[in-house]
């Protein structure tokens, strides 16, 4: 059993960056792929970004490439997102995930998933 927690969120202008981070519990962290996805007002989640269990292996939505990176650190089990050049489009409840297994960008294999972060682009 893996928990969660999402933080790092909030309400930025245009253009700003902000830095999400996932901690997670458990002493198996470095087993898990990991990935971020988003849900916008009205609209389906969707795949973000997601990072292997080494780190060594991402991936990347086409609307994101370029301005978002995914990492983490298995010595303190957490994963971060840092997004730049943050644009209203941008605007959602982020969540992070894990499955034990190969990284993947889709959403229906991942078994935990966290409570969610709000992030608000203003124009």
């Known amino acids: 059993q893996v928990q969660l927690v999402e933080s790092g969120g909030g309400l930025v202008r245009a253009g700003a960056s902000l830095r999400l981070s996932c901690a997670a519990s458990g002493r198996t962290f470095s087993s898990y792929a990991m990935g971020w996805f988003r849900q916008a007002p009205g609209k389906e989640r969707e795949f973000v970004a997601a990072i292997s269990r080494s780190g060594g292996v991402t991936y990347f939505a086409d609307s994101v490439k370029g301005r978002f990176t995914i990492s983490r650190d298995n010595a303190k089990n957490t994963v971060y997102l840092q997004m730049n050049s943050l644009n209203p489009e941008d605007t959602a409840v982020y969540y992070c995930?894990?499955?034990?297994?190969?990284?993947?960008?889709?959403?229906?294999?991942?078994?935990?998933w966290g409570q969610g972060t709000q992030v608000t682009v203003s124009s």
């Open positions: 995930a894990a499955r034990s297994g190969m990284v993947t960008i889709s959403e229906t294999v991942y078994d935990y």
